[in-house]
């Protein structure tokens, strides 16, 4: 009867000690609960306290070439001449069509620079042609500006009005929108163009 006894205290106290885990309480064991993990789940973050076991690295992208931050660029996206003889000689053209309206000398400054493919030169041997009335000419200076700088929106309005004096007016509406995309509606390339639009077919130029 006493061992009967002490067998009961010994069973009694295994229960309490095994009610009193850890391990049994988080639902630990067997096939109930959270499967051993210890995180309840009927909390919302469940999982969100684990670290993980490996790094996620984000993926980088190659930057397009020729691409520019949107700050850097000009309001006109002119380009820059950077050389000082280059510039030096590049005014005394520029000079030459601006103040004293002689383009054909004005082509000859322009090419002996050497830099036939610089847009902004490209450009104006293209606005001289124009103004001597070789259209034919004109465009394939045109064409050279844009290819070297397909957004040097001052050879876009030049190009612009040269369409319009050939009576291309869908092309110049399609140049007017190529400077609204590089400059907006408010530089002076847009108006002048937009003005030009507005008047009636055959109207000279000014520019």
Known sequence: MISGMIRILVLGTFAAALLASPTFAAGGGGGGGGGGSGI?????????????????TQPTYPRRPGTKASKARKPNNQSSIDDPAFAAGYR???DTIYERNDYAVAIEQLKALGHDDHPNVANLIGYSYRKLGDYKQSQVWYERALKADPNH???WQYYGLWQLEQGN?????YHLSRIAAICGTDCEEYK?????LEK????????
Not at 40 to 56: E, I, L, N, R, V
Not at 169 to 173: W, Y
Not at 192 to 196: D, G, I, R, T
């Open 40 to 56: 309840s789940t009927s909390d919302p973050y469940a999982g969100a306290y684990a670290t993980p076991s490996t790094t996620t």
């Open 92 to 94: 005394v053209a520029y």
């Open 153 to 155: 929106v001052l050879t």
């Open 169 to 173: 007016r869908e092309q110049a509406l």
């Open 192 to 196: 002048s163009l937009a003005a030009a």
């Open 200 to 207: 009636p077919t055959g109207t000279a130029l000014v520019y």
